[in-house]
């Protein structure tokens, strides 16, 4: 059938809106980002010793009462690494399924590969216990900021008053220890400016309750990491156990959400926030960008690429470089952005506002003047100081990641030879007689990947020279003006080690011959030890002379804002506020939720392939399961690394989802929020209970988080 000529109009007219409205709405999202800093660039990490009562109800018209503020922090917990919470008066948690795949492993009985297949314990008794997890409670908070001011300002020198603080923090924990019978630490807020005792109740009979297949857990893969829309099922649950090996009966839980979390809605995340930067001051924060950002993103990016090449070079050992590349990945992302958002101009234009404003504050006051005025440039001297030492110290200690097998047989053969040097009876029994001949014969490794170690030298070599220059006599000695892979195959050419042989005759030499060796891997760790020893000598000084000037930062950081705005985090319990809310994605606006079809839809536009293939129950859902139930969802919540398997609750305290991820734009809040395109991205509570009702027959977790009652 035609379309008439007055509907082709009419869609042509309705087309061109839609486009027009489109691009007007991409050009609203893309604009510059606003270089007048905004006191929320800190962020909204919120500490429960400081809980924002009247911000809240000024944001969202919601008046929380401290009761409120202290049956959410014992909701919450804290497990290695990440966040966990209590979702049943029976001890029943929830986490993220990635952090709690060790434990997994821990479990497993043999023959089992419980990655694969996924765990449900049917019953109490087969609840399985996890020999290394614990649980940690926040029951204790204690301000001690007097106490450790007193002692740092009671010391002569910059170097007495980090000795004398760090002594009365010990003294401080310890007595916390030893009168509480709590797991006790100082926790240190605002760079300094306030302390405070965190007590935790430790439970350490943590059973694996439900774990679904890694597959659907983390599908997508490397490759949807720090990205959204995403489709995770990434949760897992476990139940904590009393002294007498029964369920912890426990009155601070969160209630299970039916409807999970709606559109323009007030959210909460309540976690363990691992580290922000967002304090620093802009000098540092250019050394970030200079010297250490700059030097893990350039190998980690390096190596990360190459994996890629090698795959299509060695299809052979594809999959082998795959999880190298998985392995890493996480790490790489976080890099790679965190130093592309150091390099972004309008980010550091809003950190260089904030500081000015800062120190006119400062100036503006006479007293303030004088007890803080010289902090910024004191610590501009420092990190100038940092960077002439630091980048040797890279150059010459380099990184685990990309150390070659080359250069551990070097640092072996050294100390084979050194160890040779000393008095006979201060030689290990192996190094005497007919024995040496044996360490010699059995020497060299029975296997090098030569591959791989090519191309982790290349990078590194690229590497060192970035750090030193060009013209740095080092640099010359060894490559001269070759770079990458030529530079690599210069250096081995050049090196004995490259044989078993060769380096069996090298050992026979005499000690001092062997350490005088020209082979330039030897050379390489000979020629910069001492100097690399030192280095890190005065690095040390350097850091702790600017750890009391940032401690003054943080005084002066209290005193301007006080808790009005919250501290950097520290892995310790933080609340933080938000809103289910779309943002600009690829030319157009994301979509708040996704929902299942959203996940088979990519399972078969991918055609089934690795990382967006599913587990075999998944392949063929149940009739009943339903397909629109938000899946994923995301939120203007500031969270970072350890908030991973934060609860996300509403103002009734019900659990609407479990934060696991962000996208790659909250990636540099690292140094400063920006909830215009910063989004958490969390598994929706709807999902949960769907795929444990229809998929996965887990009736008797179903009633628990429906009822609160324990089956057994």
Known sequence: MEISSIKKVKLLTLLILTISFSLMSAQDFDEP??????????????????????????????????????????????????????????????????????????????????????????????????????????????????????????GATEEEKIKLRNEKIEALVDSFNARTGLKCQIVKFYNGGKWAIYGYKRYNDVRLVFEPEQRIAAFGGDFDNFTYPRYDLDFTLFRVYDDDGKPLNTKNYFKWSKDGAKEGEPIFTVGNPGRTNRLKT????????????RNRAFLLDNYYNKLEELKTKYPERAEEFEKIRTRIGNAQKVFHYAYKGLKNPQIMARKKDFENKLKQAVFADSNLKKNYGHIWEAIERTRNELREYDTKIAAYRGSRLIRDDYFSLAKKIIAFAENLQLPDSEKADIYKGAKLDSVISNFYPGYIDTVLSKVKLAIYLDFMRMNLGDNDTLVQKLIGNKKGEEAAEFMLGKSVLTSKEKTEELLRKPP???????????????????????????????????????????????????????????????????????????GTKAIVKTTFYGMYDRYYGNDK????????????????????????????????????????????????????????????????????????????????????????????????????????
């Open 512 to 586: 001092a011959e062997i350490l005088a060796s020209s082979d330039p891997f030897i050379y390489f760790i000979m020629s910069t030890r001492d100097e690399l020893k030192e280095l890190l000598k005065l690095s040390k000084e350097v850091n702790d002379t600017e750890d009391a000037y940032e401690n003054l930062l943080g005084r002066v950081i209290y005193e301007i804002y006080g808790t009005s705005i919250p501290p950097d985090a520290t892995f310790t319990l933080r609340i933080s506020d938000g809103v289910v809310k779309t943002f600009p994605y690829n």
């Open 282 to 293: 802009v000098a540092q924060l250019e050394y970030f960008r200079d010297v250490s950002y």
């Open 609 to 712: 392939q690795y990382p967006w293939d599913l587990p075999e129950r998944w392949q063929s859902p149940p009739e009943d399961l339903d397909l629109s139930t938000p899946y994923n969802f995301i939120g203007t919540n500031d969270i970072v690394g350890g908030n991973s398997g934060s609860p996300v609750i509403n103002k009734n305290k019900e659990i609407v989802g479990v934060a696991f991820d962000g996208n790659v734009q909250s990636i540099v809040g690292d140094f400063i929020y920006i909830p215009a395109n910063n989004r958490m991205v969390a598994v929706a509570s709807q999902a949960i209970m769907e795929v444990l009702d229809k998929v996965y027959g887990a009736e008797r977790i179903v009633n628990e988080l429906k009822t609160g009652e324990l089956d057994d």
């Open 33 to 154: 980002l606003n270089p007048q800093s905004d006191k929320f660039d800190i962020g909204k990490m919120w500490t429960f010793d400081f809980p924002p009562v009247q911000y809240l109800k000024d944001k969202y018209g919601i008046e929380f009462s401290g009761d409120w503020f202290e049956d959410v922090r014992l909701s919450a917990l804290r497990i290695p690494g990440c966040t966990a919470s209590f979702i049943s008066p029976n001890g029943l948690i929830l986490t993220n399924n990635h952090c709690a795949v060790w434990h997994r492993r821990t479990v497993e009985k043999e023959g089992e590969d419980l990655a694969k297949t996924g765990f449900y314990a049917e019953t109490l008794e087969d609840e399985r216990q996890a020999p290394f997890m614990y649980v940690e409670q926040l029951v204790l908070i204690e301000d001690v900021t007097d106490s450790v001011e007193s002692a740092f300002n009671s």
